[in-house]
């Protein structure tokens, strides 16, 4: 792995920056707390900063802020460095790019790298058989597109999405996210023919995933009727909701039942996908093939884009200008794009994500054993959670995600909360991350939970 971990191009912009933790200052350093007090005046207080050490460099798994701390970084800017902060041969597609063209608009004069980006996704989504991507910039806008192509195939309305879901910002997927705060309140009004159904909470529902999914069926025949939905998003393994797996059998069943009443089968996976679970999607552990797999995130390592990739037939319902959007597919994400596609190919960076799950999870487990608010350790591959109780019960403890993700920032570990009731703390860090960094994080958490 150390290539990957070798400075950019070795230009002044991109001096070395060591894989270890070192805080210099406190945290937010001076340097950081004065730029957060001009952001204080112009930007608006509804774009919140978890952590507001502001960020002028990274690589590999570690940032750098202003003050010049370095932290490992446990979110990956919530899954999207997943092959890494400033790859080598990402940047240099990208430069190379930006010294050809920026834009032009694939819907007025293409480009090849918006091809080679949906061939890469047509090999890589499940399933064998013809696909097609159209590509846009933000997940929330891949949600929106899987969800118009699926009503123009089916003709239908209705869409279904699932509790603990979470699949964006914009009006369509603010109404189809569970939580509503702080997404969704006060934004309405929302867009209708959303139905949500129970999903599948093994740590919290004790079913099994025939049980789960007889429930969602169930719920969904008696509240829309198949023959309303056009179709039911999924997240393989729910991202915000807290990197919620379901139970063995629970997804394949959702899937049959589409299959049987014509309902397309959308598989979100912009936080799973990419090789985050260590399959290319997270759907090949459920042995999904869906109709449409959304993908965004660690899909061009840091640039926006995203995509939906379906069956061929599907994806041609929407007719010629149906699709489409100023930036979406810009040829430098585009470029970035298809170095990320090489890159985890050609690095076995599949085989990384496994191997940090056997390096986190049994750590997170001896965690668990250590400290009784640890009520569950679950996830695949680089997307591992625990979740935090309050001890000897379920009920959710969101005041101790708080304090040990601050802690842990205090010592130099970026980690994420997530979770319905904000009582999850995540990691998703850069499939690049080295076992010793790994171990370094948990020693530091672990004595954030011995000093709660
Ligand atoms: N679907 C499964 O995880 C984005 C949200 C960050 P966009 N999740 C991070 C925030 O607070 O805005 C996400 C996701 C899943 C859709 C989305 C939406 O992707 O690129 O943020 O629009």
Not at 329 to 335: K, L, R, S, T
Request: a negative charge; one cysteine or more.
């Amino acid at each position: 792995m150390t290539d990957t971990l070798a400075p950019a191009s070795g230009t002044a912009q991109d001096p070395e920056i060591p894989q270890e933790r070192s805080i210099v200052t406190a945290i937010p350093g001076p340097k950081s707390q004065e730029l957060h007090e001009r952001r204080k005046a112009v930007v608006p207080v509804g774009v919140h900063s978890a952590l507001p050490v502001y960020i002028e460099r990274a690589h590999g798994a570690i940032v750098v802020d202003v003050d010049g701390n370095r932290f490992i970084d446990l979110g990956g800017g919530i899954g999207v460095t997943t092959v890494g902060h400033t790859v080598d041969t990402v940047v240099d597609a990208a430069r190379e790019q930006l010294g050809q063209v920026f834009h032009t608009l694939f819907t007025i004069t293409p480009y090849e790298s918006y091809v080679r980006v949906a061939e890469k996704l047509a090999e890589h989504t499940p399933g064998d058989f013809a696909k097609k991507t159209v590509l846009v910039n933000s997940g929330a806008e891949a949600v929106e597109n899987g969800v118009k192509i699926a009503r123009k195939h089916t003709g239908r309305n209705g869409v279904a999405v699932l509790d603990h879901a979470y699949h964006g910002r914009t009006n369509l997927t603010m109404a189809m996210n569970y939580k509503a705060a702080p997404y969704a309140t006060g934004f309405g009004p929302f867009a209708g023919d959303v139905y949500r159904a129970p999903n599948s909470y093994p740590y919290h529902d004790g079913l099994t995933g025939e049980q789960a999914a007889a429930r969602t069926i169930g719920y969904l025949e008696k509240t829309v009727g198949a023959s309303d939905l056009a179709c039911l998003v999924v997240e393989p393994v729910q991202g915000e909701g807290g990197f919620i797996v379901p139970a063995d059998g629970y997804l394949p069943a959702l899937q049959e039942w589409c299959t049987a009443n014509g309902v397309v089968f959308i598989a979100d996976e912009i936080q799973s996908g990419m090789a985050r679970t260590g399959a290319w999607f997270a759907s090949e552990h459920f042995g999904l093939v869906p109709d449409l797999v959304l993908s965004a995130k660690g899909i061009a390592g840091g640039l926006p884009l995203a995509g939906v990739t379906g069956r061929a037939e599907i994806m041609d319902s929407a007719q010629p200008g149906g699709l489409g959007g100023t930036f979406g597919g810009n040829p430098v994400a585009a470029a970035a794009s298809v170095a990320v596609f090489e890159h985890i190919e050609t690095t076995g960076l599949l085989a990384e994500a496994a191997r940090i799950e056997s390096t986190l999870r049994p750590e997170l487990e001896r965690l668990r054993s250590k400290h009784d608010i640890i009520g569950d350790v679950r996830g695949i591959g680089a997307m591992l959670a625990i979740e935090l109780v309050q001890p000897g019960t379920h009920e959710p403890n969101p005041e101790a995600v708080n304090a040990i993700s601050a802690a842990a920032a205090q010592r130099g570990v970026i980690v994420l909360t997530a979770g319905t009731y904000g009582n999850v703390l995540r990691f998703l860090p850069s499939l690049a991350i080295s076992d010793e960094l790994l171990l370094d994080a948990v020693g530091v958490l672990d004595e954030a939970f011995s000093a709660l």
